[in-house]
């Protein structure tokens, strides 16, 4: 048996036995792993307050595959747990929104700490008690970018011109936008997307906007950019996540 250690962010977690819980952690070291932690649900277990949903912190797991293909968590130790986050709904559902992408996007055992470190960066953001929708999209565009999936935005998937629309097509099954003409008969479209949601994805994509907290992002647009990325991600991952609708 082998002991590892590792910052970890807890992302999922879900009942194993009357005492017992299995937990998802998005590690840095090691990406997405899934951990028995026996007795979590006992009263006085020193678990307790260190793997919450959406915690920061240390653990030490045994690897070393179970008869379930789990680690067993041995230690943890919380450095932040986002108290802000859980007092307001909207950073709460962007929170879990995150996290439940992570869960679904990302193989075991894969690690990617540029990822680890967008998904640390996002609920700290959160935690300041920032708007959530620029702090999302920036984490959403990025998770894109790493996991291959980003689609295109300034220019038709189909016959390359660029877009100069003021509204637009766009096309999950295509992976991007599409001209007025290439449009035509598409029926599975999200229909009339601003250029300025495009832009704004495509720009936090590349990492033209930093200052999170000074972004200010038009009710319309939020909506509209929301819009085509539920449809997106939803087509990617082939089932809608239960945090969609809270956004």
Request: some cysteine; aromatic content about 8%; hydrophobic content about 40%.
């Amino acid at each position: 048996m082998a002991y590892e250690k590792t910052n970890a962010i807890t992302i999922r977690y879900a009942d194993y036995s009357d005492t017992s819980r299995v937990l998802t952690f998005y590690t840095r070291r090691f990406g997405r792993v899934s951990a028995l932690a026996k007795g979590a649900k006992r009263r006085y277990s020193r678990l307790i307050g260190h793997v919450d949903l959406l915690s920061f912190g240390e653990i030490v797991f045994i690897s070393g595959r179970t008869r379930d293909r789990l680690h067993i968590l041995t230690e943890a130790c919380a450095f932040e747990t986002f108290p802000a986050i859980r007092k307001d709904l909207a950073r709460l559902y962007a929170a879990c929104h995150a996290v439940q992408l992570v869960n679904a996007m990302t193989a075991e055992d894969d690690p990617s700490p540029e990822l680890f470190d967008r998904l640390l960066g996002l609920l700290r953001w959160l935690g300041q008690g920032i708007e959530p929708a620029a702090p999302l999209f920036a984490f959403e565009a990025h998770l894109l970018v790493l996991t291959g999936f980003m689609p295109e935005l300034s220019s038709c998937v189909s016959c390359g011109k660029p877009n100069r629309q003021s509204t637009t097509a766009f096309s999950s099954a295509l992976g991007g936008i599409l001209c007025e003409r290439c449009s035509a008969g598409q029926t599975d479209v999200v229909p009339d997307v601003p250029s300025g949601a495009l832009n704004l994805l495509e720009r936090l994509a590349r990492g033209k906007l930093t200052r999170l907290d000074r972004i200010r992002v038009a009710p319309q647009v939020v909506a509209s950019a929301r819009t085509f990325l539920n449809h997106y991600e939803t087509y990617i991952l082939g089932r809608e996540l239960g945090t969609t609708k809270d956004l």
